[in-house]
Every structure is written in C-alpha cells, then in structure tokens.
C-alpha cells in the first residue's frame, strides 16, 4: 500500500466518523440518552464533552489501526531490498550481499548440480546487531575481478572483500 492509500483511508475512514457523530447529535426527537447521562449530565456542556470524547476515542483507534499499517509497510519495503547478487567478471559466481547486515556469500551456479553451491565470505553482523535497514551495505567492484569493497554506508566503514574458487582465497578484512 502507498502513502497516499493509507492517508485516503484514514481521511475516509474519520469523515465517516465525524458524519457519524453530526448524524447522533442532529438528529432530534428521536435520540436516545443512557438514564446515568440523563440524570448526571443534563446540561448542554457535559452532552458535549461526552460527544468530543466518543470521538477521540474512535480517532485515537483510526490511528492505532494507521500506525500498524506504517508497521508493515517499512518492515515489507525493507525485506524487499535485503538480499542482492552482484555479478563477478567469472560468469559462473556472484556475490550476495545481505544489505541489512553485511554478510556476504559467493554463490556459484554450474548446469552440473555438482558444481554448484554457495559459500561464506562473511557470517558476521557488520551492523553489530542494529541491522538500521536494508540498503546500508553496498558492494563495488574494483579492477581486479577477485575484490570489491564492501562500504557500511551508514556510517562510512569500509572492508576489502576477495572471493575465490578456494576457501583460503575468500576473505574479509576492515580498511581502517
């Protein structure tokens, strides 16, 4: 859902409360009053102030039903983007990058079942937990079709990455 649809409905969904609440206190002869307003509240000041608070109870519970809707929308937005494969110059490998975290795999793929299959370059958290949201790590290839840079885009930290068909030949380490 967009923005603009949860505010459409929101706005749609308090008009129709506000037109509610003009049609109770409109209406005329016909309005039936609980006997405890009755005889505490037979003045005009009280029946009001028992009208605004039926209605901020129903927009307060219009913006409870706003607020789990923006809950789900940013977790559905940020688990879209997460994961990312980056092509390497060896048409047979990529890189996945989890965007949230940092963590790296070589992902290998073959028409032969046995040559395929996807190794850790990095397992680590980068994020040291946080996880602030997908999109904070990207990968850039550098001249050597081996290594790419890892950058934390949140706050600047950067690693040398190097895959390789051998497990001694990947790796991880800061740039400080």
Do not use: C
Request: avoid cysteine; proline fraction near 2%; glycine fraction near 6%.
């Amino acid at each position: 859902m967009s923005m603009k649809q949860i505010l459409l409905i929101v706005l749609v969904s308090l008009t129709t409360v506000v037109n509610a609440q003009t049609k109770k206190s409109t209406s005329s002869n016909n309005k039936v009053i609980p006997t405890s307003i009755v005889a505490t509240n037979s003045n005009p000041v009280d029946t009001f102030k028992i009208k605004v608070d039926s209605l901020l109870r129903d927009v307060n519970t219009l913006l409870g039903i706003n607020n789990i809707l923006l809950t789900k929308i940013k977790k559905d937005s940020e688990e879209k983007e997460r994961f990312k494969l980056y092509k390497t110059d060896n048409i047979y490998n990529f890189l996945e990058l989890d965007t949230k975290t940092g963590k790296i795999k070589q992902i290998q793929w073959s028409l032969d079942e046995k040559n395929e299959g996807s190794f850790t370059i990095n397992g680590d958290d980068l994020s040291f937990g946080f996880g602030y949201s997908s999109g904070s790590f990207e990968l850039y290839p550098t001249n050597n079709m081996y290594q790419f840079i890892l950058l934390d885009k949140t706050d600047g930290r950067k690693w040398h990455v190097q895959w390789g068909i051998g497990s001694n030949k990947r790796w991880i380490r800061p740039i400080y």
